[in-house]
Nanobody, 115 residues
């Protein structure tokens, strides 16, 4: 089994920055995809940014140039650096790990962007 532990959710002002870490533990494959998804109330969970163990990333245009994902593969940890935050970035952010045919989710962290 795999567990994902997240932290870092907070209330920040527009234009501010926030860093979300997520650590995976348990039976982790050497090849996997880790990243973050966001979910607003009443909406589907959507991709924020993901990164494979060999550094291939995927993200929507809405975060391009503002969000950066990094990984420490030895520690099975992924970090989402969010800069220039906007009110529309407000979401519950979920850490995600996909390996083999299984997807795991963290418990979710609330990020609110408001003045």
């Amino acid at each position: 089994q795999v567990q994902l532990v997240e932290s870092g959710g907070a209330l920040v002002q527009p234009g501010g920055s926030l860093r979300l870490p997520c650590a995976a533990s348990g039976r982790i494959f050497s090849s996997n995809v880790m990243g973050w998804y966001g979910q607003a109330p009443g909406k589907q969970r959507e991709l924020v940014e993901i990164r494979t163990t060999n550094s291939i990333t995927s993200y929507p245009d809405s975060v391009k140039g503002r969000f950066t994902i990094s990984r420490d593969n030895a520690k099975h940890t992924v970090y989402l650096q969010m800069n220039s935050l906007k009110p529309e970035d407000k979401d519950v952010y979920y850490c995600n790990l996909h390996q083999g045919s299984t997807t795991y989710w963290g418990q979710g962290n609330q990020v609110t962007v408001s003045s």
